[in-house]
């Protein structure tokens, strides 16, 4: 080869190597600004409540929520009437650094509120990073509380990634929360209204808000992806803060805009309908929630007796779940929800409880247990149905505040056979 061919050819191809760099740069930037943090699910059924009943009282606290914030009143700790502390029974944990150097805790990922606090297990511990603000801070959820003293500091994320001056809520008291340290919500930032004293009109930006406003991701929004599982404790989720993660979906994300049906819309809420097989209608058109911190897939009671009939279950009382046979079951079909005029199929498979997790929930290893439940109101109520873990196990989820919307997407794991 000449000298002459030669220089010519290397100039040729240092052109055409800075040329893929610069078109390949967006893509490399968007990718290395994505967050991305394990998820472990956790079994806690050492209460005294069934599934159903503490994803109800769960459903209470939220409607009781929304309407205080409708009305403009505060929410008082005992809003919600006659419901019992009970332990988060099934919670998806992310471990979460705070402080310098920092302290590991674990977190309930929760997208039905939005305040990120520690304490419950492990104490708070301050650091030269952290700094206390004048305000005491108090949350209510659905069969438990927390209250403590507000404190800004440094969240670690894994990977060396950090955001500086979140909101901390340091509990001094809390209940409900035994096996784990506290929550990290990324819930609508409005949910925090109400939760500090004395800056009671004040919001909170959640973790997903400061590392948009920080830079340190380019769209503030958090994907969750959850995978189903038979077994009581596993790592088989992630949470990616300011992008989608390709390798947990399959085919496009389907966007559907944040319902404007109260009280649905004071949360991640949208409208869909539901159909039991070809052509039996379980829900028409209306507004519900996507909600990590519900375990159940809930649905409204005139719904929930439509299902029943469609699939000739049987209420089963020691679980609180409708239970069929193993006969039933391998003729039971699909669900259908469509969102915003697309279709997702939740399959027979999917509509079942984990087989290998019956006796955990107080069930007998012969039946299978259905995991769609009563939400405990019937249609019309503006919350008439919420996609929990179980559903959320299925279908790739997007919670995308910049744009409003909530996006979707199968994965390897809808049709899968798991349970």
Do not use: C
């Not at 969240?155 to 990634?161: A, E, I, P």
């Not at 969750?224 to 947990?248: C, M, Q």
């Amino acid at each position: 080869m000449s000298r002459g061919f030669s220089s010519t050819f290397l100039s040729l191809l240092l052109a055409l190597s800075l040329a893929l760099a610069v078109t390949a740069t967006p893509i490399v930037q968007v990718r290395d600004n994505f967050v991305r943090l394990p998820l472990a699910k956790k079994f806690n059924l050492t209460g005294t409540h069934t599934l159903l009943a503490r994803d109800q009282a769960r459903v209470k606290h939220l409607n009781a929520l929304a309407k205080a914030r409708l009305a403009g009143t505060p929410l008082s700790s005992d809003a919600v009437i006659g419901v019992p502390v009970d332990n988060q029974a099934v919670s998806y944990i992310a471990t979460v650094g705070v402080g310098n150097p920092a302290t590991q805790y674990d977190l309930i990922v929760d997208t039905g509120s939005s305040n990120t606090w520690v304490g419950a297990s492990r104490t708070f511990v301050q650091t030269s990073t952290t700094r206390q603000t004048r305000d005491r801070v108090s949350v209510t959820y659905g069969s438990g509380d927390f209250s403590g003293t507000e404190f800004t500091d440094t969240v670690s994320l894994g990977n060396g990634l950090t955001v500086t001056g979140q909101s901390i809520g340091a509990a001094t008291e809390s209940e409900g929360f035994d096996g784990v340290d506290g929550i990290l919500g990324i819930g609508p930032v409005d949910l925090t209204v109400g939760t500090l004293s004395p800056d009671t009109t004040a919001t909170i930006p959640t973790v997903t808000d400061n590392l948009f406003a920080q830079g340190i991701i380019t769209d503030d929004l958090v994907s969750v992806s959850f995978e189903p599982t038979n077994t009581v404790e596993i790592v088989n989720g992630e949470l990616t803060f300011g992008g989608t993660d390709s390798s947990k979906f399959v085919g496009a994300i389907t966007f559907a805009p944040i319902t404007r049906t109260s009280p649905a819309s004071e949360f991640w809420g949208i409208n869909q309908s539901i159909r039991f097989g070809t052509s039996t209608s379980i829900l028409s058109n209306t507004a519900g929630i996507v909600d990590t911190g519900t375990t159940l897939t809930l649905i409204s009671t005139d719904a929930l007796r439509r299902y029943q009939r469609a699939t000739g279950a049987v209420l089963d009382n020691a679980t609180g779940l409708l239970r069929i046979t193993p006969t039933q079951f391998a003729n039971l079909q699909s669900l259908f929800f469509t969102i915003n005029g697309v279709t997702f199929e939740f399959t027979a498979n999917a509509q079942a409880w984990p087989r290998a997790l019956n006796t955990a929930i107080g069930g007998n290893t012969n039946s299978v247990y259905l995991v769609v439940g009563s939400i405990g109101t019937p249609t019309g109520e503006g919350l008439d149905f919420i996609n929990g873990q179980t559903w959320l196990e299925r279908f790739y989820t997007v919670f995308d505040t910049g744009n409003s919307r909530i996006g979707f997407a199968n994965t390897p794991f809808t049709t899968a056979n798991t349970n």
